[in-house]
């Protein structure tokens, strides 16, 4: 344990949370396809998850390996929140967008699909930036998601606004 802890440099107990729901949230994805792979065949859905759960743990620490220089954090643990905030925001943008574009009457039925998925994707984005910068200040990292926000209102070409 002490390995682990010198490895995220974490200095309180506290800050185990973050690998902790961290795995939890990749096993239940896992879990997820799996249970949508594989009907009616628990040993098979149990396999598939185990290994698809170390497929994606190898492949986020090989994502945290890349990142690490690239995002200024304090500690590497931080770095497992600042996942978190970015899965939690991806997630609840579309929860917060649906009923949204009901609300203004934007269907399938009334519009063309290609219209109507682009309007889905810029309401969608639209509110997936204004939940990163609330879901971040909420972890604590409000400091990383503000310049993440501020670097991506650029590359929009809205860089006046942040100027």
Not at 17 to 41: E, H, Q, R, T
Not at 100 to 118: A, C, F, M, R, S
């Amino acid at each position: 344990m002490e390995k682990f802890k010198k490895r995220w440099e974490i200095q309180q107990n506290w800050q185990l949370l973050f690998p902790v729901l961290g795995f939890l949230a990749l096993a239940y994805s896992s879990y997820k396809l799996a249970n949508k792979m594989i009907d009616n065949n628990i040993f098979l859905v149990i396999t598939f998850t185990i290994i698809t759960t170390s497929v994606l743990l190898k492949f986020v620490l090989f994502l945290f390996k890349k990142l690490e220089n690239k995002w200024e954090v304090t500690y590497k643990w931080e770095m497992i929140r600042i996942f978190i905030v970015f899965a939690v925001t991806g997630s609840s943008s579309l929860f917060v967008g649906r009923p949204i574009i009901y609300w203004l009457g934007i269907t399938k039925e009334n519009l063309n699909i290609v219209v109507y998925w682009i309007l889905y994707i810029i309401i969608g984005l639209i509110f997936y930036q204004i939940m990163l910068v609330f879901f971040g200040w909420l972890s604590g990292q409000h400091k990383f998601f503000w310049e993440f926000e501020k670097k991506m209102i650029r590359r929009f070409g809205l860089g006046k606004f942040v100027d």
